[in-house]
């Protein structure tokens, strides 16, 4: 079993754009669903997205909703996270995972039933 790997972070300036990556060679991510999640210092960690494995159902926290767009390459066995208008309380540092045992999400983006955690990549937005 192979961590979900994800990449793509970095310092942006408030406003700023970053596309986040997640992409493993240990299974097949199209017969999940996958999320990203976030840990901000002192926080506990929150579902921010999730798409399911065929890309019809996608899910997102109240707080990225039309900034944040999940999207999948299934040929690439990868999932992206474009993350536009970045605030500083978008500074975390962002993991993905996969569902156990489903193609689909859960629609409260929990962090229960996810499993192959990667160690994630920081994202901070900063002046």
């Known amino acids: 079993e192979v961590p979900l790997q994800a990449s793509g972070g970095g310092l942006v300036q408030p406003g700023g754009s970053l596309r986040l990556s997640c992409a493993t060679s240990?299974?097949?991510?199209?017969?999940?669903?996958v999320g990203w999640f976030r840990q901000a210092p002192g926080k506990e960690r929150e579902g921010v997205s999730c798409?399911?494995?065929?890309?019809?159902?996608?899910y997102y926290l109240d707080s990225v909703k039309g900034r944040f767009t999940i999207s999948r390459d299934n040929a690439k066995n990868t999932v992206y996270l474009q993350m536009n208008s970045l605030k500083p309380d978008d500074t975390a540092v962002y993991y993905c995972?996969?569902?156990?045992?489903?193609?689909?999400?859960?629609?409260?983006?929990?962090?229960?039933?996810?499993?192959?955690w990667g160690k994630g990549t920081q994202v901070t937005v900063s002046s």
């Open positions: 798409i399911n494995s065929s890309g019809s159902r996608k």
């Open positions: 240990g299974f097949t991510v199209d017969a999940y669903g």
């Open positions: 995972a996969r569902r156990l045992f489903s193609s689909e999400c859960s629609s409260t983006l929990t962090t229960s039933g996810m499993r192959n």
